[in-house]
T-cell receptor
Framework: KAGVTQTPRYLIKTRGQQVTLSCSPISGHRSVSWYQQTPGQGLQFLFE???????NKGNFPGRFSGRQFSNSRSEMNVSTLELGDSALYLC????????????FGSGTRLTVV | AQSVAQPEDQVNVAEGNPLTVKCTYSVSGNPYLFWYVQYPNRGLQFLLK??????LVKGSYGFEAEFNKSQTSFHLKKPSALVSDSALYFCAVRDTNSGYALNFGKGTSLLVTP
């Protein structure tokens, strides 16, 4: 079966712009989580969506937001981009409560210049 | 807070030798522990998890991990390393204060030399 698909794979944006990243989970998975990976901070949890509702949020500023659609696809938006937002953004999906089988996508590499 | 620590930034091992990548955890309650591997410019690939049950967990690609409650450790092991095992390895714990969020260690770079 198809894995978790993240688009685009690479993005270059200018400071101050906004960006939207997309994640399509494995078919049947209702939970989508987002993580930011940087050399300095490592892997950090951004937020999790389940059945179109945000269930948990990590310690990130309000510039980072997301949403989930009825087909479980999720988008993540970052507004007013800063240089420090340059990172690999990873999406993970799982079926739902009680499922600990997190499957990650290949990520979107965002570079802010 | 639930956390894991990976004390080694890099582990070097010769091909064919056993390998160990260390992870210790700090949690309240029962830990939910995971190992992931990351190849360059790729996402994370699941290797194995410990939720409950046997302390020795067998995973993908010949990897296994031993859950040790007294030492609060969850070390990743493989009896015979391959050059293709060279990658970045992450230990993670479920953060029960944040639903199903994972808290990751900083990662250990494994280099297997021919």
């Amino acid at each position: 079966k198809a894995g978790v698909t993240q688009t685009p794979r690479y993005l270059i944006k200018t400071r101050g712009q906004q960006v939207t990243l997309s994640c399509s989970p494995i078919s049947g998975h209702r939970s989508v989580s987002w993580y930011q990976q940087t050399p300095g901070q490592g892997l950090q949890f951004l937020f999790e969506y389940f059945s179109e509702t945000q269930r948990n949020k990590g310690n990130f500023p309000g510039r980072f937001s997301g949403r989930q659609f009825s087909n479980s696809r999720s988008e993540m938006n970052v507004s007013t981009l800063e240089l420090g937002d340059s990172a690999l953004y990873l999406c993970a999906s799982r079926t739902g409560d009680g499922d600990y089988g997190y499957t990650f996508g290949s990520g979107t590499r965002l570079t802010v210049v | 807070a639930q956390s894991v620590a990976q004390p080694e930034d890099q582990v070097n091992v010769a091909e064919g030798n056993p390998l160990t990548v260390k992870c210790t955890y700090s949690v309240s309650g029962n830990p939910y522990l995971f190992w992931y591997v990351q190849y360059p410019n790729r996402g994370l690939q699941f290797l194995l998890k410990y939720i409950t049950g046997d302390n020795l967990v067998k995973g993908s690609y010949g990897f296994e991990a031993e859950f040790n409650k007294s030492q609060t450790s969850f070390h990743l092991k493989k009896p015979s390393a391959l050059v293709s095992d060279s990658a970045l390895y992450f230990c993670a714990v479920r953060d029960t204060n944040s639903g199903y969020a994972l808290n990751f260690g900083k990662g250990t770079s494994l280099l297997v030399t021919p």
